[in-house]
């Protein structure tokens, strides 16, 4: 827990030890436990037991919901409605899978349907037919199974359970049923025929992304987190990034994995206080000092998502000088901040894949919402209803830079080629003399 492990993307294969940068979180700082409460780890700091917190106290009542599951949209007598609200969520909507079924749709779990790997653990395409389920269609679905010895456990399992089976949204992508059975745990979603945003943006593979759809997926993004901020009790997700963010058929973008996600404050609260979880590049800075979370925690991850779909650039990446010893790790965040006050210095920085096909004036309005969104103060950041309103003017612009003489009109040579101005200005920026940005993520989970 007190080693920070940086991954590439998410190729648990590839791990390294490296030093924390991060401050810890104290519990005398954050009073968030009492002193029976508290745990000495092995380096002398005092760290917090998790606290059992209402969410913690609904896991008990598992078995409830389950009888919840398997049945229509409407609950099948009076005392479904009683249980839903002691839970307090909506009726389930889910169907309870065995294992065998889903060794059947997955084809025993085979490496010719792997679909990807995470923190959780392997994610399967599989097919359910007709028939398998009442009111369940024949489709394509993605089976995610728990690693029992991964960085998750039943806590973040049981999360989804109860998020996704609570609220239906465009934007989120819908959970179709679960299993449990033994120690197994797995989930049965919608497939996602476009995959994430991470791999649009940065996998070699993956075709650019146009601007309009950029824009299109920051929009849908939004969307999905305004809805969360705004329900009955609010809530916030905690790990919002590229990887998380789904894209559908017409890329459409749809919000995933909710094992860390939280129920917000309630009453006169203004925040709720809890382990430092997420991805480093993401997390806001105040709720890594403090482990105070609020739904402006969201707000400063997605400004860095933001700021990912106009650089093409990761949330944190290593540099490397000439010297092989010479790394260091850059934050998006900071690295950006000089040029995302004008047009032209912004192009310095915009995804030189896009090669000038982007409207000048949504970059400009998508990075000033990006600065506002990335504020190191909350409460100036502004809240995602408000910014989804704001991206939503900015669709149809056509005022391409490329047409306006604000690109170069030759080619781009290569991929990650930049123009001379480009590299004096990173010196100057502070990555160091012939310093390249390396195409490696550096983000890696919090403990």
Known sequence: ????????????????????????????????????????????????????????????????????????????????????????????????????????????????????????????????????RPGLEPQPVAVKQLDIAGHQGHREWLAEVIFLGQFRDQHLVKLLGYCCEDEERLLVYEFMPRGSLENHLFKRISATLPWGTRLKVAIGAAKGLAFLHGAKQPVIYRDFKASNILLDSEFTAKLSDFGLAKMGPEGEDTHVTTRVMGTHGYAAPEYVQTGHLTMKSDVYSFGVVLLELLTGRRAMEHVRGRSAHAEQTIKLVEWTRPYLASSRRLRCIMDPKLAGHYSVKGTRAVAHLAVQCTSAQPRDRPSMAAVVEALERLEGLKDMAVSIGLWPTAPVAGRNALSAKFRAEMKGAGTGNGAVLRRRSASAKLP
């Open 1 to 132: 827990m007190h080693a920070l492990h940086w991954t590439k993307g998410k190729d648990r294969g590839s791990e390294r030890r490296m030093p924390r940068p991060w401050r810890p979180v104290l519990a005398s700082a954050t009073k968030c436990c009492s002193s029976e409460d508290a745990v000495v780890a092995g380096d002398g700091l005092t760290r917090c037991r998790p606290a059992r917190s209402e969410f913690s106290r609904r896991l008990a009542s598992f078995r409830r919901l389950s009888s919840m599951t398997n049945s229509p949209a409407t609950p099948r007598d009076g005392k479904d409605d009683e249980a839903a609200g002691e839970m307090g969520v909506g009726p389930m909507q889910l169907h309870s899978f065995s294992l065998n079924e889903l060794r059947s749709v997955t084809h025993d779990f085979s490496s010719g349907y792997l679909l990807g790997e995470g923190g959780f653990g392997t994610v399967h395409k599989g097919f359910v037919d007709a028939g398998m």
